[in-house]
């Protein structure tokens, strides 16, 4: 995947413009508030996703300005293609002259990872936030696994409906078991995919990490669940350990008025050196866990698509070393890399540098 021209106008405080990036590491440097992060954002919405910021599709247009514009000319799949997105009070997508239904069906087409500062809280925050990283992982590469978390959400609700009523009845007895068969049926899929694809994502990220950490550190990722379970146990094994869990757990669920156990309420912990590194990694450290899993992300997506997707690194390098800083720059070969940067990268073997000033992007 590799980006070969960006078009820009009245997007955020970008002035109206044409950017052809380098084929390699292309590292955008500028001082506060210039568009350095606004560049990024552009370049992701071609993936089909919301914007990483979390911003709304108005809020990308130019203060003042009634829609914006992109347009971008990519090679995927050994051929060039281009796609132009028009952003109003919603967003729209054409892709190769084609019009689409919606800007997400730009997914799959152009692909691509992002690390934004925000991601740290995979380190810091709450589980949720684990699991989802892992199950959008695992959904780019089984989209039917969608409909594995669709079909988990629904039973669940229904399973703490009957919770949070607390009718300890005969009847309700019943039901509760109904549900927890279903649970355990669809859940067990859940804790197996997850598995399986921390069991792929380890190797890989502890590869980076490695690198990163000129091999003084180690990377472990272990999924952490109330199901006493190994990774090589099969779907259909979980299923019956799962069932037995929800069962244990019927009084508990009661009193607490929703389902406390399952793959809804696991983990995975993130270890450095052996230690959880929510508790004891230092800022370089976790900013390097995050980074080693979102590149691995990205490894693994070409293992199946067969495509390198373009990496979107913002403001990655602050509290970062001059080693770690030097592997970002140089070792992550073949691939086309956008960094946005306030200092100056003088440890830049080859790449491009561009500056943002003021909306205006030049070299
Ligand atoms: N819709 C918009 N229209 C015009 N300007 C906007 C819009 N949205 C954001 N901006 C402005 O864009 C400017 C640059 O934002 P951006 O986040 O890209 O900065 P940055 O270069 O990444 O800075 P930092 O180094 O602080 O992260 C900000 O001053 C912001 O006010
Ligand atoms: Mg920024």
Redesign the pocket.
Known sequence: MQVTRLTFDRF??LKAGEWEPYSGVNVIL??????????L?ALWLFTGGKSFRGAKDS?????GEEQSSLAMNFIAEGREQNAEITIKSRRSAVLNGVTQTSASKLAGVFCGIVFSPAHLSLIKGAPLERRRLVDAAYCQLRPAYVKTLTEYSRVLTQRNALCKAKNVGDAAEELMELWDRQLAQIGCRIIHARQRYIKKMTPVAREIYHGLSSGKEEFDLQYRSAVDCGEEETAAEIAVKLYAVLREHHREDLAAGFTTVGPHRDDIEVLINGHPARSFGSQGQQRSAVLAMKLAEASLLEEVTGEKPIALL??VMSELDLSRQEYILNHIRDWQVFI?C?EPTPLMRDGKQFS?KN?ILST
């Open positions: 955020r405080n500028g001082e506060n508030a210039q568009g350095k992060t606004n560049i954002e809020e990308l247009v130019a203060f913002d403001d946005t306030c943002m909306g």
